[in-house]
């Protein structure tokens, strides 16, 4: 099955911090989405982005389809912001979504 | 539109008991998705219905788990005989449409603790 790498595991940032995080993916996809989770346990939808840019006030993506990887920018972060971020695509030939084991954000005031 | 939700939000059972989850999706969507997340981990996924066919099913849904969609719109996740191995977050998700390009809807997860 496909495999779903991120990168860095793990960010600490100061509080108006820019940062980007990385999903690297092992085959061709056609959609992929990124998801905070916050500190309770609730994944909340980011972005849904098979490919190109989207942007949603402080953060953005970017999914290069062809060279299998996404980018995912936090800018100005926040307290906030801190979490677990995973991005998510779907398995080559099934209909599960395999997640990364996603980077761990923590932003200090 | 009232989002995936999930019933209950926490559950603490004795080894060996049986427990039964809830899930109703947002209305209207046709694929639901039951996933397992345990501490430090990404979400795993456990099964997947469409309408209120049981698609397909991990491995590492053990003949001790069973899940349900019996009229294509809530489901229900059981285990039974419990085991400590069991602890987790169960998350279900649901998405619209019939190809893959549907993004997930998550709900708020149970949180089962066993004893």
């Known amino acids: 099955g496909i495999q779903v790498e991120q990168s860095p595991p793990d960010l600490i940032l100061q509080e108006g911090a820019n940062s980007t995080l990385r999903c690297n993916f092992s085959?061709?996809?056609?959609?992929l989405q990124w998801f905070h989770q916050n500190p309770w346990g609730q994944l909340i939808n980011l972005f849904y982005?098979?490919?190109g840019t989207k942007q949603n006030g402080r953060l953005s993506a970017t999914t290069v389809a062809t060279e299998r990887y996404s980018l995912l920018y936090i800018s100005s972060s926040q307290t906030t912001d801190s979490g677990v971020y995973f991005c998510?695509?779907?398995?080559?030939?099934?209909?599960?979504?395999?997640f990364g084991a996603g980077t761990r954000l923590f932003v200090k005031a | 539109d009232t989002g995936v939700s999930q019933d209950p939000r926490h559950k603490i059972t004795k080894r060996g008991q049986n427990v039964t989850f809830r899930c109703d999706p947002i209305?209207?969507?046709?694929?639901l998705y039951w996933y397992r997340q345990t501490l430090g981990q990404g979400p795993e996924f456990l099964t997947y219905?469409?309408?209120?066919?049981?698609?397909?099913k991990s491995r590492l849904l053990s003949d001790r788990f069973s899940a349900e969609r019996p009229k294509g719109s809530f489901s229900t996740l059981e285990i039974q005989r419990t085991e400590q191995g069991d602890s987790a977050m169960y998350l279900c998700?649901?998405?619209?449409?019939?190809?893959?390009?549907?993004?997930?809807?998550f709900g708020n997860g149970t949180r089962l603790t066993v004893t």
């Open positions: 998510a695509v779907p398995n080559t030939g099934g209909f599960k979504t395999i």
């Open positions: 085959d061709s996809v056609n959609n």
């Open positions: 209305s209207e969507h046709n694929r």
């Open positions: 219905f469409q309408n209120e066919a049981q698609l397909e």
């Open positions: 998700a649901s998405s619209p449409g019939q190809g893959y390009n549907s993004p997930l809807h």
């Open positions: 982005i098979p490919s």
